[in-house]
């Protein structure tokens, strides 16, 4: 058994790649698992697809088969060609898979690096998988181990004291261009999960007004009541044509499998607009506006940059302990896989006691009374001499 991830994420696969390659629902997420674990030498596997990464973590028995399947299903689902997939090169196998799960985990390999979003995507797409019977013991040891040590990495270092996610950078990216003018401006968010709530406060903090756009009003007034501010307000998707021509600041994040934004929707090009489109599949069209400025997700690599530089010595700092954790999880992995047979020892050996006291008993070269004793006595013989072997056992394994 080994460990194996295939990764295409912002520092590999360009933006509208993985748009092919994400998964837009939980019934398409469900059909690639039970295709995968469908092979015999894939025994596990979990998914977790966000706006950054399309990451395959596998429990394999044959990695060079899983690789090559999980490539041709990639290419079959996305219709990018399974040689342009395999030249992206996000492959890990084994002490790398399981450092690269890790700092995934830690959030080492975000666009920004530590934000808070991606533990608990990764839990959600473990827990997804386990409820659909394709994850089990094998992949639960490894989420365990990152998620401990991601609350160590929090903890020993500096990375996420200010906790950035991109949503809030978009909105730092806001703030840049208006500068203190974006007090009491009106910004409106298409879509009310955690990117959209996360735009949603931090607009707030600046004094914008926010508009909140969305499907299910009664969900959206919900969750206006709950941020209980007078500058709330909300609207649903069928007036949307009005907000995009009415208000220049503009954030989507919209599970949508298409685009929702689209240029036959804009009436002018007479103001000046500054949009943010946070999601993958992207909610924008493309836009031939001459007064837009339009910010997708890798457009935030500069901030991320910056961001990465301030918390350089952090971020090392954190890797030295995913490191440390990687190293103790294959010592524990290996330990584990020597108490069955040290514990298959000892059985064998209560098994011989109890035979050879039978006999005993029966030639009566021991009287039955003095059975409980002599097997404790026995028992207690046996595991003297055996705790030297399976100590050494122990250590070798490690």
């Known amino acids: 058994m080994s460990y194996q991830v295939v990764s295409f994420n912002h520092k ?6 993985r748009e092919r390659l994400a998964f837009s629902s939980n019934e398409e997420m469900a059909t690639m698992l039970n295709k995968l674990t469908g092979f015999e030498f894939i025994e596990e596997a979990y998914i977790l697809s966000t706006c950054n ?14 690789y090559h399947a999980i490539l041709g299903m990639l290419s079959l689902k996305s219709g990018i060609s399974f040689f342009k997939l395999r030249d992206m090169d996000g492959r890990y196998d084994d002490k790398d898979a399981i450092r690269h799960i890790f700092s995934v985990v830690a959030s080492l390999e975000s666009l920004v690096i530590g934000e808070s979003q991606i533990t608990g995507q990764v839990k959600d797409a473990f827990r997804f998988s386990y409820q659909n019977g394709t994850a089990g013991a094998k992949l639960n040891r490894v989420i365990s181990y990152a998620i401990k040590c991601a609350a160590e990495v929090r903890n020993a270092t500096d990375i996420s004291r200010y906790p950035i996610s991109i949503a809030s950078v978009a909105v730092t990216q806001a703030y840049k261009i208006y500068g203190d003018n974006i007090t009491g401006m009106s910004a409106v968010v298409i879509g009310a999960g955690e990117m959209g709530l996360i ?28 941020l209980d501010s ?28 298409g685009t929702i934004i689209k240029p ?30 339009l910010f997708r997700i890798d457009d935030l690599k500069g901030i991320s940059k910056e961001n990465y530089a301030l918390k350089a010595e952090q971020a090392n700092r954190a890797r030295d302990i995913v490191d440390r954790y990687r190293d103790e999880f294959y010592k524990w992995l290996k330990a584990l ?3 069955p047979i040290i514990r298959e020892m000892r059985l064998q ?29 026995a028992e207690q013989m046996f595991n003297r001499f055996l705790h030297n072997p399976t100590h050494r056992q122990r250590r070798l394994r490690l």
């Open 199 to 226: 735009a949603i406060k931090n607009l707030l903090r600046l004094g914008c007004d926010v508009i909140i756009l969305g499907r299910d009003r009664d969900k959206l007034e919900a969750i206006a009541r709950e």
């Open 337 to 339: 896989s020597i108490e």
């Open 12 to 17: 590999n696969c360009e933006l509208n790649l």
């Open 264 to 293: 036959e929707m804009i009436e002018s090009d007479n103001i000046d607009r500054v949009w943010f489109d946070m999601a993958i599949p992207r909610d924008i069209d493309d836009m031939n506006l001459n007064r837009l400025q």
């Open 230 to 257: 007078d500058d709330v307000r909300v609207d649903t998707m069928e007036h949307l044509h009005k907000y995009l021509n009415r208000y220049r600041l503009l954030f989507s994040a919209t599970s949508s499998k």
């Open 349 to 377: 050996v209560k098994d011989a006691i109890s035979k050879e006291l039978n006999r005993a008993i029966k030639k009566k070269f021991v009287p039955q009374e003095y059975r409980a004793n002599m097997e404790k006595m």
């Open 53 to 66: 990464r399309v990451e395959i973590v596998l429990s394999t028995k044959d990695a060079f088969s899983s």
